[in-house]
């Protein structure tokens, strides 16, 4: 597929069936925590042979959480199709085993910044071909939606040196296969080579979009718009650009002081940037958390009190719940064995030594994800 020149991310490349089948919130598969952003894609392996990509999303709906396993993954791709199991804003327990991160760009925790992609297995034990091209569709347009090279996908080895997709680390001439596939797909093989060479950045991808572009670039942008206050009551994100997404780019162009021509840039793509993160830190300071200062942890008697309870609530909002289903969700402000439990799953989630106390480390962190 030749794309034209100037629009190197326009166009649609997925043509593989992707089933959003989402599993429940819980904190083994789905903590429910949002992304910090998506700078990579993380290629695993299921070693499940014979398993469908239904079967995994149901093994992760169901006895994953019950044996209390803390693992998942966002797609999961067979020879027929794709399951969506979590949503792509959230985070996915498949690549920071043992705290480690080896991918600079991923750093410092894989979960917080990647889309985990699984390949299911046939019952030889192999990845069938099928499966790698449908694969190779659902990334090409991951990659295409926020802005990646073929250089920041990398296999779950790459991030932790666990051995997966297995096939991949014994042959890694793969790995450099399935890159030369995705940037196939893309059309933009060469570009992405140069801006790799040339930009450490990944996100600016120098796209000139105006009246009459489509695809999903033209989606995200409206997305985008639309998250930032600039409303498309009558197209919403449709992925095509006319009149009414014109009229938002000149809005946000005015409210930026840069030329307000109706087109978008590299200079509208900066003032967008700035207006979204202006308006993320604005909605935060609505629903700010308090946390102390000093470390929590239980004793005999329990500490209680004010403090205790802002910890609760804190960790309430990032789905670690002292005792979820119980009166107030455990919010009672005392540090019993299961505020400590709920602390200890965070930690465990985020990198951070599992001990269950309270400290400024734990502090620091769940203002981050607060944030
Ligand atoms: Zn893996």
Partial sequence: MRLPAGQPFS????????????????????????????KG????WTATPGASALNERNYFNSTCIADERHASAHYFVDRSEV???IPEDEVACHAHDGNRCYVSFLKPNAN????????????DGK?????????AELVADLCKRYGL???????HYDVTNKNCPAPWVSDSSQLAAFRKKVGTLLGNQTAANTTAATSQSCKSTGTILKKGSSGSSVKALQKRLIAAGFPLPKSGADGSFGNETAQ????LQKQAGITADGIYGPATEKALAAVASKKKSSSTSKTSYTLPSGIYKVKSPLMKGTAVREI????????????????NNGIDGYYGPKTADAVKRFQMMNGLAADGIYGPRTKAKIELLLK
């Fill in 149 to 155: 090279l073929t250089d920041n996908i990398v296999r």
């Fill in 248 to 251: 938002a780019v000149m809005s």
């Fill in 312 to 327: 609760q609530e804190a960790l309430a909002a990032l789905y670690f719940y002292p005792d979820k289903g119980a009166k």
């Fill in 83 to 85: 399951q969506q199991i």
């Fill in 112 to 123: 917080t910044a990647a889309i985990g992609v699984e390949m299911c297995v046939e019952k």
């Fill in 41 to 44: 894609i993380v290629m695993h």
């Fill in 127 to 135: 990845i069938h071909s099928e499966t790698v091209q449908n694969t």
């Fill in 11 to 38: 166009g649609v490349v997925q043509l593989v069936k992707v089933v959003k089948n989402f599993v429940k919130v819980n904190q083994y598969t789905r903590p429910g925590l949002k992304l910090s952003g998506v």
